[in-house]
């Protein structure tokens, strides 16, 4: 990523007093009780993109004016983002300067007079001069050509110049940059101010915002009331927010879509018109999630409806209607989606609750979702769930009470991973949040089921991934420990997958596994008995001679022969049940199950069935 958010440090902003966190990584969930400033946190990031000017009217969402004097008030939020491409690159992206563009557009229709001619050159700069990054080399160069006694001027920035007093050529001084930190300080009354400084890697200020602006002032492509920061912000920063006030419409360009949403049908507006792809992407989430397609588009005369509606459908034949009939749910959903699409490489995506409205399933789609974007966006969301605390896909941040009753942060190891789910009071037991749980002895069984179930269920709209879930109970050995009580409460709808362990065809069970077969249909509760020896002898012969390199006819598996013994036995002894598991799975095909018949009607009986079953009780 280009563009990466590092650290933040707050500063008596709503319900914090002095806050930092840092060390983000490309998905960081933040946790933690209720009250423990999880929104406000995500609010400060988001402070910086919601591309709107905050004044004092912004106060009484944020504090008790009964307790406060609001013009008191000094807020402070401090963010270190680390660039891991250059300046140059930076600013060469096209959507700064047309940010700008939109800015200068907005400020020219509500300013006063004496200002406006000084707007408008900088408009007429940024429309016909090239590249913002070929303006500001030029502007900085024509500025320190002309005062070249800045040098003893500013002492501190001597990564300016080389050590003979000659300056440095833009590109020469932007190339040791590798963090932008940026300080945004509020006056309630007056507005915020947005200060920035490029840094080297050991974090030394190269170049502030006030030698960046002295050096401008020879040229109007930038003017110092439009602060580039700001600007970064709103480009890089998109979030989705939840008890945020209501934005001002009129003030945002509709590039830029609203924290809140408010600007949503002039920003879908837009984007049918200048990208129109990006609901065709839109659309197939929501499939992902609910199992039909959601459509857009803009309402016309012969509609009957206002001619500016935006109007939506989901399906292909369904009834069109108003974008406001939308629910709660499915309009910030909606929202999220927008984002996520118009998102590029670098960008930075804000969540307050990504689990709100969704039921479970989705949630867990909507997941597999933002996951396939982490190596291109980073992602940063404030949550209950512990969807959203897998740590094998986030970094899970948990804020906690220290002593002296102040909140601070800790980024948890995934071996710390029940600290956070206990801190939400859940189980740990990511079963409480699947319509199915399927048990089976341990990892590589884990592997195979998932496999052969994503190619059966599809014929009957299951999605595996959302709505199934495959844990491991440990092995034969743990399996009379289990409560059956205690399973029925954490999930009914469980199916239990136990191996035979058979070596022939008429050798007894042991009396372990028949104990437990009896406890479970006391209990009501299903399961699988495998009628062969384990997992590992469902596996088509063919796909393991062709995957290991095994010559045909070498090797033959029965129903009651163990695999890795008939391995061992040809010189294959270094191969391990989750290895062997992955390299077949990722051979298996629906009709190599359906060849083997007897296979084919013991997994449907057992366990599809069951499952389908399950799914429509």
């Given amino acids: 990523m280009s563009f990466h958010l590092d650290k933040i440090e707050i500063n008596r902003f709503r319900g914090i007093e002095e806050y930092t966190i840092k060390s983000f990584g490309n998905w960081s969930s933040i946790t933690g009780p209720n009250s423990s400033n999880k929104s406000t946190i995500i609010n400060a990031i988001s402070l910086l993109g919601s591309y709107r000017m905050h004044d004092i009217s912004d106060i009484p969402s944020w504090y008790d004016l009964n307790l406060v004097n609001p013009r008191e008030i000094p807020i402070k939020v401090k963010y270190l983002f680390r660039l891991n491409e250059s300046f140059d690159k930076l600013v060469s992206d096209s959507r700064i300067k047309e940010t700008l563009v939109s800015l200068y557009e907005e400020q020219l229709n509500r300013t006063i007079e004496d200002y406006k001619a000084h707007l408008e050159?900088?408009?007429?700069?940024?429309?016909?001069?090239?590249?913002?990054?070929?303006?500001?080399n030029k502007a900085l160069y024509e500025a320190i050509r002309r005062e070249f006694e800045f040098k003893s001027q500013y002492e501190p920035y001597k990564p300016l110049f080389y050590s003979d007093g000659?300056?440095?050529?833009?590109?020469?001084?932007f190339e040791d940059v590798k963090f932008l930190e940026i300080n945004l300080e509020m006056s309630l009354s007056d507005g915020p101010e947005y200060k920035f400084s490029f840094l080297d890697e050991r974090e030394n200020t190269i170049i502030d915002d006030e030698v960046f602006y002295h050096w401008l002032k020879y040229q109007n492509a930038i003017d110092d009331k439009i602060s580039l920061a700001f600007v970064i912000g709103a480009v890089f920063i998109k979030s989705i927010i939840n008890s945020q006030p209501q934005?001002?419409?009129?003030?945002f360009p509709p590039t830029i879509l609203a924290s809140d949403g408010s600007n949503i049908k002039k920003y879908i507006e837009y984007s049918l018109t200048h990208h129109p792809n990006?609901?065709?992407?839109?659309?197939?989430?929501?499939?992902?999630?609910?199992?039909?397609t959601m459509q857009v588009k803009k309402a016309s005369i012969a509609n009957h409806i206002e001619e500016n509606e935006i109007l939506i459908r989901f399906g292909g034949d369904g009834d069109w209607f108003p974008i406001d009939k939308l629910s709660d749910g499915m309009l910030r959903l909606l929202r999220l989606f927008l984002q996520l699409a118009t998102s590029k490489k670098g960008?930075?995506?804000v969540i307050d609750e990504p689990e709100l409205h969704l039921h479970p399933g989705a949630a867990k789609s909507l997941r597999e979702i933002l996951v396939g974007r982490k190596s291109e966006i980073q992602i940063i969301v404030a949550t209950h769930s512990p969807i959203f605390l897998d740590s094998s896909v986030a970094d899970v941040i948990i804020l906690n009470q220290n002593i002296k009753n102040s909140i601070v942060p800790k980024i948890l190891e995934s071996k710390e991973i029940d600290l956070a789910l206990s801190e939400l009071g859940s189980t740990g037991l990511d079963a409480l949040l699947y319509d199915v749980i399927i048990w089976v002895e341990g990892p590589s069984d884990k592997i195979y089921l998932e496999k052969w179930l994503n190619l059966?269920?599809?014929?009957?709209?299951?999605?595996?991934?959302?709505?199934?879930?495959i844990l491991p109970y440990g092995g034969k050995s743990l399996l009379m420990h289990l409560k059956i009580e205690e399973i029925k409460l954490i999930n009914r709808k469980s199916i239990f997958i136990i191996d035979s362990d058979k070596k022939s065809e008429n050798e007894e069970i042991d009396p372990d596994t028949r104990n437990f077969i009896?406890?479970?249909?006391?209990?009501?509760?299903?399961?699988w008995l495998t009628e062969r020896r384990a997992i590992e002898n469902y596996i088509p012969l063919n796909i393991l001679e062709r995957k290991l390199n095994i010559n045909p006819g070498i090797m033959k598996i029965t129903r009651f022969d163990d695999v890795f013994e008939s391995l061992k036995k040809i010189g294959r002894n270094n191969i391990g049940k989750v290895e062997l598991a992955k390299i077949i799975a990722s051979?298996?095909?629906?009709?190599?199950?359906?060849?083997?018949?007897?296979?084919?009607?013991?997994?449907?009986?057992?366990?599809?069935?069951?499952?389908?079953?399950?799914?429509?009780?």
Avoid: W
């Fill in 121 to 136: 050159a900088a408009l007429r700069s940024l429309r016909n001069d090239g590249p913002l990054s070929q303006l500001l």
């Fill in 166 to 173: 000659r300056f440095k050529m833009p590109d020469e001084i």
């Fill in 247 to 251: 934005e001002d419409e009129a003030t």
């Fill in 278 to 292: 990006i609901f065709t992407n839109i659309g197939d989430n929501f499939k992902k999630l609910f199992g039909h």
């Fill in 347 to 349: 960008d930075i995506l």
């Fill in 456 to 469: 059966l269920l599809n014929e009957n709209e299951i999605t595996i991934s959302s709505q199934i879930g």
């Fill in 518 to 527: 009896s406890i479970c249909n006391k209990n009501n509760i299903n399961y």
């Fill in 587 to 617: 051979g298996m095909t629906n009709q190599k199950i359906r060849d083997d018949i007897e296979f084919y009607e013991e997994i449907q009986k057992n366990i599809v069935q069951k499952i389908v079953k399950y799914h429509f009780d």
